[in-house]
Every structure is written in C-alpha cells, then in structure tokens.
C-alpha cells in the first residue's frame, strides 16, 4: 500500500502510534501507524478508530469549500505488522494496554491530508488582533459543520488545529475573510455522534455534551482565554 511513498521524517509519537511525514509525487501526506487490538479489528464504534474513519469518510463527501477546514483521508488499511510501538512516556496506568498492543499483529495504517504545523508556535510569536479573529471565525464555522451534521469534535485544543499560508480566498456563509492563514481541524478519534451510541447512558451523555456546546467550550477554555486571544 505504501511502497511508492517516500517518509521524510517522524512528526509525532503518540500512545499508540506514530505519525510521519511522507511524500509521493512532489506531494505530501501524513502516514499514522497504530497498533491495534484485535477485538479493535472489526468495524464498532465503540473504539477511537472507527470513529475516527467514520468521521473522515464524512470529512470526504463535504464540498472542497467546507473539506479545507478538516483533514481529508485518503486510505487506510489494517495490516498484520511488527512493528513494535515505543511511545516517549508511558502513564503506569496504560501499561499493560501498551504491551497488550505490542504483542498483537495487526497495524492500522492510514494516509491523510498533510495539513501544516499545529498553531502553538504561531499563537507564541503573536498574532495580529485581525488574524486572531480570523482563527476563530474559522474553527467556529468548522465546529459548524460537524454540528450541523450531529458530530462532536470533543478534543479541542492547539495541537489539534493546523496551519497553511491561505492560497485561495477563505469564505465563510459566503463572505471572503482577509485571512493570512487557513486553519484546520485534525485528529478526530474523540468525535461523538449519535449513531456511535449503543446505550441510553451513552446517548445521555451525547445529548448532554451536545446541549452544553462542549467543543465552543474547548476553544474558549484551551486556546482564547488562555492564550489571551481577545
């Protein structure tokens, strides 16, 4: 599947994966290896990876317009691997999980959209009162669509936001913003939605997250008050 992509480098390691930076074509993408369980093989949306793939799919159908505020997905494959994931920290807690992970064979191999750096570097040099608003405005109209659509981002914060020099005009409700950057949201393994629920306590708390506005909640708390964006 990933023969003809050359990797560049590591981008990150995670608790159960890696992520790189890959290159096909002059063309870059994102490769994530995670090692899985194997009662994680099969479709349920009970784990994070389905949820993720779910919600990429979704990500997929969208309009070009609307696709630029997300991630696209481009493949993915569950494959029998060694490979033997090492993580930089292990909570204590999550280590027999880990080694669990590390004695399966199967891997989920995924290729994505590379969408640039996260905003952490970009918020510390400083930005502009007018850019500022226009990463609001942005992230706001993403967390939008998934609203709009019954999806819950649920894991907001500024390593899951990303960057690129905006190439075209970036429209909002029809409206172009003098915006500097294009703004992303990545990484959806905590995506809620209704249909992911099995049970009425998780249908409660779904209806509960949703009625709350827990993901405008996560951009006030992690990134605007934080970063005293306003």
Not at 72 to 90: A, G, L, R, S, T
Request: charge should be positive; aromatic fraction near 14%.
């Amino acid at each position: 599947m990933y023969n003809n992509y050359k990797i560049i480098k590591e981008l990150n390691k995670g608790y159960s994966g890696i992520a790189y930076l890959i290159e096909k074509d002059d063309k870059k993408y994102v490769l994530k290896r995670q090692k899985l369980l194997p009662k994680e093989v099969k479709l349920n949306y009970k784990y994070s990876i389905w949820r993720e793939i779910d919600f990429n799919k979704f990500v997929n159908k969208l309009s070009k317009s609307k696709q630029k505020f997300f991630m696209k997905m481009y493949d993915y494959k569950i494959n029998e691997c060694y490979y033997q994931h090492k993580p930089k920290y292990v909570d204590p807690s999550t280590k027999k999980d880990l080694i669990a992970r590390n004695k399966s064979k199967y891997c989920l191999d995924m290729v994505i959209e590379y969408k640039g750096n996260t905003i952490y570097n970009l918020i510390k040099k400083g930005l502009p009162i007018k850019e500022r608003y226009c990463l609001i405005i942005q992230v706001l109209y993403a967390l939008d669509i998934m609203c709009s659509n019954n999806y819950l981002h649920h894991d907001v914060h500024q390593g899951n936001i990303t960057y690129q020099k905006a190439n075209n005009p970036i429209k909002v409700y029809g409206k172009t913003l003098p915006c500097e950057y294009q703004y992303s949201l990545i990484d959806y393994g905590e995506t809620l939605h209704k249909k992911f629920n099995e049970t009425k306590d998780e249908m409660n708390y779904y209806t509960k997250e949703k009625k709350r506005n827990t993901d405008v909640n996560q951009l006030m708390k992690n990134i605007i008050l934080q970063e005293y964006m306003l």
